[in-house]
């Protein structure tokens, strides 16, 4: 049987060093090795900053709960110690980073990472099957990280990165926005390419559900104003194509009222 | 997140060794001490005389007002002349130890092994050693001591060329330099020859109180190429040093020669440095200037783009820590018709350091189709430090392209992060923002100087 990889229990968060900032409420979840989730929610639900504080951004502050990875509380650790234990985030604006090429970057990263002397062979031969998978241009390894990339290529360069990085979870945070259906198809299929070898875990953050067609879904999550509304399996995604969120929205309305 | 970013670490440079032994003059600057210089020197008779109507003009000049205070420079201090406990050898193993084993420590004779045509090594006021390669030599290239090229074959071309770019009279620092100059290099390139690899200049300022004042002059005759490089460096006194050494190079018609710098002064040193190059016809002038030591620091590279078609590019880094201040730029005059030059600079500052930028872009009314443009920008690694952008432009002309751009910033929180959730320290992740930053300027820097410069980025990011 599958171990759990990520466990969220009733966490509450928010903005840091702010007042009246909280925008996570007891939020719960659970992430078995290789599952698939989806966490989908209107704008403004608190999904960025779902995957934001599960990342450990210190822009975000956790109030309460508790956020387990692969069986270590991690709750207080640093981004990068997370990412150490098998944790990637899929940024939703990658940041560009002048001057560092994502070649340079990338095997700074995975040395840090496994803490071992880097393969140039094979990580060489590894970085071009990857980009041939994302079709990208063999000239993007040695361009400045993010710089100048468009907004498709940005999100392909997250991917590839995932590919490189081979975490045990990876949070992908609206990836799909911003790119048009080719690259969505693209995206995609560095997405599967990642389930295929990794058997790694996805929560994959998204307001639309372009991103899910190629995919299989084990679970589907509702979020709204910082509530986690409904947990169902795959079919939830096409429910929530047909009707939108608006019962979600209205039921947590009435969720606060009786309160 | 901490600041995690400390001063750059010195501690490579801060060994030293007494100087007993040593040739002193007294501190303080008199008609006697600049005399006693000049008999100590063998000075021909010319220069014993330019020596002392330098010291007339340094008289009666004013210190400048317009950049950082120098208050703390007395002149009655400082002391003119350090003569080492030896001569000039061709040599390492005749170099006395403790001076051998400070530019070991410096890596001079490994660079010298590994990638460089010709080497000087300065202690404090003269120069111990010299060499150049054969191949080099034989293909006519002189590179020797400046005393040595006053009394030798060119004496001729280096007195016509001598404090002809920077004449006494262009400022205070520069009437003191050609009254106390004393050491550096003179480097003649006969027409057509290419010099494959550099040649280096190393200046150590090792006495504690003292000045030094080399002064470089380096001729590139028409068609010609070459590389050089200086680099400086000293450990640190609680006394004032002060350097004020003057660097002049002439481009010859479709010459070309790159001039690296990288100035490592330590943190009690005054460093008024005067470099000027004249450009001719078709020629290109290419500056790379890195600008990490000393307390007060006034450099701004200056090229006369003098004949047709000249060009010039300057890149230059300069990072200011704590207690420092650094006014940094570059000045370009265009004179020939379409000149162009493009300057690139880029300043950090951390700890309460200032760092300035200031340049001047001059088109004159003959720079017909002249082309100029700047680009600087600025990293400010926390609140108490300062940076600040003085870009003047005076065009005469009116068909000149002149462009500037500037920009200041700070290491986002949000860029951090983003590497930091890729398993980066958060210190790695700064010193990658900040050696990204400064990559434009590295990747132009000698192999080992870009190395040097990247671990001490690294190593202050991640001193805590």
């Given amino acids: 049987m599958a171990k759990t990889i990520l466990d969220v229990k009733k966490l509450s968060a928010g903005i840091a060093d702010a007042e009246d900032a909280q925008i996570l409420h007891e939020v719960s979840l659970k992430v078995k090795d290789g599952e698939t989730h989806v966490l989908m929610g209107p704008n403004g639900a608190g999904k960025s900053t779902l995957a934001h504080t599960l990342m450990g951004n210190p822009a975000y502050e956790v109030l309460s709960g508790k956020i387990t990875f692969a069986g270590e509380d991690i709750t207080d650790y640093s981004a990068d110690k997370r990412a150490k234990l098998g944790m990637f985030l899929s940024f939703q604006n990658p940041l560009e980073v002048p001057g560092l090429s994502m070649e340079t970057f990338l095997r700074n990263a995975i040395r840090e990472k496994t803490g071992q002397p880097l393969k140039i062979f094979s990580f060489k031969k590894e970085l071009e099957a990857a980009m041939e998978v994302l079709q990208m241009d063999a000239s993007y390894a040695?361009?400045?990280?993010?710089?100048?990339?468009?907004?498709?290529?940005?999100?392909?360069?997250?991917?590839?990165?995932?590919?490189?990085?081979?975490?045990?979870?990876?949070?992908?945070?609206?990836?799909?926005?911003?790119?048009?259906?080719?690259?969505?198809?693209?995206?995609?299929?560095?997405?599967?390419?990642?389930?295929?070898?990794?058997?790694?875990?996805?929560?994959?953050?998204?307001?639309?559900?372009?991103?899910?067609?190629?995919?299989?879904?084990?679970?589907?999550?509702?979020l709204v104003k910082g509530h986690l509304m409904k947990t169902g399996d795959g079919s939830l995604v096409e429910e929530v194509n047909r009707h939108g969120f608006e019962k979600y929205i209205e039921e947590e309305v009435k969720k606060w009222e009786t309160r | 997140?901490?600041?995690?970013?400390?001063?750059?670490?010195?501690?490579?440079?801060?060994?030293?060794?007494?100087?007993?032994?040593?040739?002193?003059?007294?501190?303080?600057?008199?008609?006697?001490?600049?005399?006693?210089?000049?008999?100590?020197?063998?000075?021909?008779?010319?220069?014993?005389?330019?020596r002392l109507k330098s010291l007339e003009i340094?008289?009666?000049?004013?210190?400048?007002?317009?950049?950082?205070?120098i208050d703390g420079l007395d002149m009655d201090h400082i002391a003119t002349y350090v003569r080492p406990n030896t001569g000039m050898k061709g040599s390492w193993d005749e170099v006395p130890d403790d001076i051998k084993n400070t530019f070991e420590k410096l890596g001079i004779p490994q660079a010298e092994r590994e990638s460089l045509a010709g080497v000087g090594a300065q202690y404090d006021s003269e120069l111990v050693y010299h060499n150049l390669q054969k191949e080099v030599a034989e293909q006519g290239v002189i590179y020797t001591d400046l005393e040595s090229a006053l009394v030798g074959e060119y004496k001729d071309m280096v007195k016509e060329h001598f404090m002809k770019l920077v004449?006494?009279?262009?400022?205070?620092?520069?009437?003191?330099?050609?009254?106390?100059?004393?050491?550096?290099?003179?480097?003649?390139?006969?027409?057509?020859?290419?010099?494959?690899?550099?040649?280096?200049?190393?200046?150590?300022?090792?006495?504690?109180?003292?000045?030094?004042?080399?002064?470089?002059?380096?001729?590139?005759?028409?068609?010609?190429?070459?590389?050089f490089i200086e680099g400086c460096s000293a450990p640190k006194y609680n006394e004032a040093n002060l350097h004020a050494g003057c660097v002049e190079l002439y481009v010859r018609k479709n010459a070309r020669l790159r001039y690296s710098t990288i100035e490592n002064w330590s943190k009690n040193m005054y460093n008024l440095n005067t470099k000027r190059a004249l450009v001719e016809e078709g020629a290109r002038m290419e500056w790379i200037s890195g600008s990490f030591g000393s307390h007060t620091s006034y450099l701004y590279p200056t090229t006369i783009l003098k004949g047709d078609g000249g060009h010039c590019e300057f890149t230059g880094i300069t990072f200011a820590g704590e207690g420092q201040n650094l006014d940094t730029g570059a000045k370009m005059i265009h004179v020939g018709k379409k000149t162009s030059s493009y300057i690139n600079s880029k300043s950090i500052s951390k700890s309460g350091g200032v760092s300035t930028y200031r340049s001047s872009i001059q088109i004159m009314k003959?720079?017909?189709?002249?082309?100029?443009?700047?680009?600087?920008?600025?990293?400010?690694l926390d609140s108490r430090s300062r940076s600040d952008t003085i870009p003047a432009m005076d065009v005469r002309t009116s068909d000149a392209d002149v462009g500037h751009e500037a920009k200041i910033g700070r290491i986002s929180d949000e860029a951090v992060f983003y590497l930091m959730s890729r398993g980066i320290s958060e210190a790695e992740a700064r010193a990658m923002?900040?050696?990204?930053?400064?990559?434009?300027?590295?990747?132009?820097?000698?192999?080992?100087?870009?190395?040097?410069?990247?671990?001490?980025?690294?190593?202050?990011?991640?001193?805590?």
């Fill in chain 2, 433 to 464: 923002i900040v050696s990204g930053f400064a990559s434009p300027v590295s990747k132009e820097l000698p192999l080992e100087y870009a190395a040097e410069m990247n671990n001490l980025i690294k190593l202050e990011m991640e001193n805590t």
């Fill in chain 2, 1 to 50: 997140m901490g600041d995690t970013v400390r001063d750059v670490d010195r501690s490579l440079y801060d060994f030293r060794y007494d100087e007993d032994d040593f040739y002193r003059i007294e501190s303080g600057l008199t008609k006697d001490i600049v005399l006693r210089i000049a008999k100590e020197k063998n000075d021909p008779a010319w220069m014993r005389d330019f």
């Fill in chain 1, 142 to 222: 040695a361009r400045d990280l993010n710089v100048g990339f468009s907004g498709g290529e940005k999100k392909k360069a997250e991917i590839l990165q995932l590919l490189m990085m081979k975490p045990k979870l990876a949070i992908l945070d609206e990836t799909d926005s911003g790119l048009d259906v080719d690259a969505v198809r693209t995206v995609s299929e560095g997405i599967r390419e990642y389930q295929k070898n990794q058997q790694g875990a996805l929560l994959i953050v998204t307001h639309s559900t372009r991103i899910l067609d190629a995919l299989h879904v084990d679970y589907t999550h509702i």
């Fill in chain 2, 366 to 380: 003959t720079a017909k189709g002249a082309k100029s443009s700047v680009d600087c920008a600025s990293l400010m």
């Fill in chain 2, 58 to 69: 340094y008289n009666r000049s004013q210190v400048p007002q317009w950049g950082p205070p």
């Fill in chain 2, 167 to 227: 004449p006494p009279t262009d400022h205070k620092f520069a009437a003191l330099h050609g009254a106390v100059w004393s050491g550096g290099s003179f480097v003649y390139v006969p027409k057509g020859v290419k010099v494959e690899i550099p040649l280096q200049s190393y200046f150590r300022l090792n006495a504690k109180g003292a000045g030094q004042f080399e002064h470089t002059l380096i001729i590139v005759d028409e068609g010609a190429d070459l590389h």
